[in-house]
């Protein structure tokens, strides 16, 4: 985590201010659980949500550290435990590189820290937001991120659905907590209406463009990098964007393999990969991830003059146009 903020330094500080509340806040008697929780506290997470809600800070006077900390830890905790809630639906065995708290500790446990997870969030956000509306704004925000997940659960092995059902699917479950994390930092500064709009729609388009790229590097060229990734998601029936532009070039391509279902060798999901790139399906994408990073950009570019304009459209550069 450190490495990755090492020249964003005053971002690096607040980072770690997160992380040390996080497993203050995570330590209960249950031993398993406490150990579940810094595993994946300490897992080589980026902590994304916070530092957007962080560099939002800057346009606002309200500089309440310990507020502004508690705030950002809620975001981060929120993601933590749909990320084991998602570990258990997939059946997971990894998680950022390491083992998964539901393959390491069993699915029990996993479940429970979790809902320890989603507790913790509840604690911290009454406590810096109790009274205000961001009470349900963050409310909204989960059944948006609940929803989106039920979008992506109920188009398993659809191979007619369309590309607005999974910018839909991912504008929940992935693009609603980056909206999420920069409106708060915004909004919890002071600052101006203007900027709050600006930042949720720059959170959305980045947390949008931010999946697509991640579904865009899971068809790597590369078969050495032929990866978890692709295999889960064509086993369980999740079709991303590189693979729902080239089935609408050619269905008729896809149809034998994509009929097996869950029941496909390795052998199909590499035919499948390939007839993606080689349809075009991963160019295309990144062209769709290229426009939503420059609607980012454009938003950006609108925000007051300061050195933290200038750290979001690096920030944003460097993590969507890195391989698009």
Avoid: C
């Avoid at 996993?110 to 509840?122: K, M, P, Q």
């Avoid at 961001?134 to 979008?151: P, R, V």
């Amino acid at each position: 985590m450190s490495s990755y903020w090492k020249t964003y330094p005053v971002l690096e500080k607040q980072v770690a201010l997160v992380k040390n509340l996080i497993e203050q806040r995570v330590q209960v008697r249950n031993p398993e659980i406490s150990q579940a929780v810094a595993q994946l506290a300490q897992a080589g997470g980026k902590y994304l949500r916070p530092a957007f809600f962080f560099l939002f800070t800057n346009f606002g006077p309200n500089q309440d550290e310990d507020r502004l900390t508690k705030i950002a830890a809620s975001l981060e905790i929120l993601h933590m435990a749909t990320l084991i809630h998602d570990d258990i639906i997939d059946d997971s065995p990894l998680r950022r590189g390491t083992v998964s708290i539901q393959a390491k500790f069993g699915k029990d446990i996993a479940v429970y820290t979790g809902d320890l997870l989603f507790t913790i969030f509840f604690d911290l956000t009454l406590e810096t937001m109790n009274g205000s509306h961001y009470m349900q704004i963050n409310a909204a925000a989960m059944k948006k991120i609940l929803l989106g997940e039920l979008d992506q659960m109920q188009l398993r092995y659809n191979q007619t659905q369309s590309i607005r059902d999974y910018l839909r699917s991912i504008s929940g479950k992935t693009a609603e907590l980056f909206r999420l994390a920069s409106l708060e930092g915004a909004y919890f500064s002071g600052a101006s209406p203007e900027v709050v709009r600006r930042a949720g729609r720059i959170g959305l388009n980045i947390g949008l463009a931010f999946q697509m790229l991640d579904d865009i590097l899971d068809y790597s060229a590369n078969q050495a990098d032929f990866n978890k990734p692709v295999i889960e998601d064509l086993n369980t029936g999740v079709y991303t964007l590189p693979l729902l532009l080239a089935l609408k070039k050619e269905p008729a391509a896809f149809k034998p393999y994509l009929d097996k279902q869950n029941q496909m060798e390795l052998a199909d999901m590499q035919d499948v990969a390939n007839l993606v790139r080689t349809l075009g399906g991963v160019d295309a994408a990144r062209e769709v991830a290229r426009k939503f990073t420059h609607k980012a950009l454009v938003d950006i570019e609108g925000l007051p003059k300061s050195q933290t304009k200038k750290q979001l459209t690096k920030l944003t550069n460097h993590l969507l146009k890195r391989k698009i």
